[in-house]
């Protein structure tokens, strides 16, 4: 049978998995930031050279907010899956009991 604990435990997972994923696209966002403020800096009287780094930093925010998303998606498809197994593991167990306490009465009974 399934414990409380068990889905907390899993919730928990899930929950540092998609803190890994946000801090990921946070450091990955800062490095897109830092690469354009150089770019910009090295760019300083080239406004098209700017706007482009500009465009790029946005495009890697674009990918990196992607990602995140993608990952957090399938960490809740883990953790969804792993709660069916879970489901039917507890269907099994209580199959297993119940089949377990008819054996016992027949016994009982064939005894009696």
């Known amino acids: 049978m399934m414990q409380g604990g068990e889905s907390a435990g899993g919730a928990a997972k899930e929950a540092a ?26 760019a300083h009287d080239d ?17 990196v907010e992607a990602a995140k998303l993608d990952a957090i998606h399938h960490n809740a498809a883990v953790a969804k899956d792993g709660r ?11 199959q297993a009991a119940a089949a377990a306490a008819e054996t016992e009465a027949r016994a009982v009974d064939a005894e009696g």
Do not use: H, M, Y
């Not at 406004?47 to 990918?63: H, L, N």
């Open 84 to 94: 069916a197994a879970a489901i039917i593991a507890d269907d099994t167990e209580a």
């Open 17 to 42: 998995a998609n803190l890994g994923a946000s801090a990921w696209a946070g450091k990955e966002k800062t490095v897109a930031v830092v690469q354009e403020q150089v770019e910009k800096v090295k």
């Open 47 to 63: 406004p098209a050279g700017q706007a482009a780094a500009e465009a790029r930093k946005d495009e890697r925010f674009e990918e």
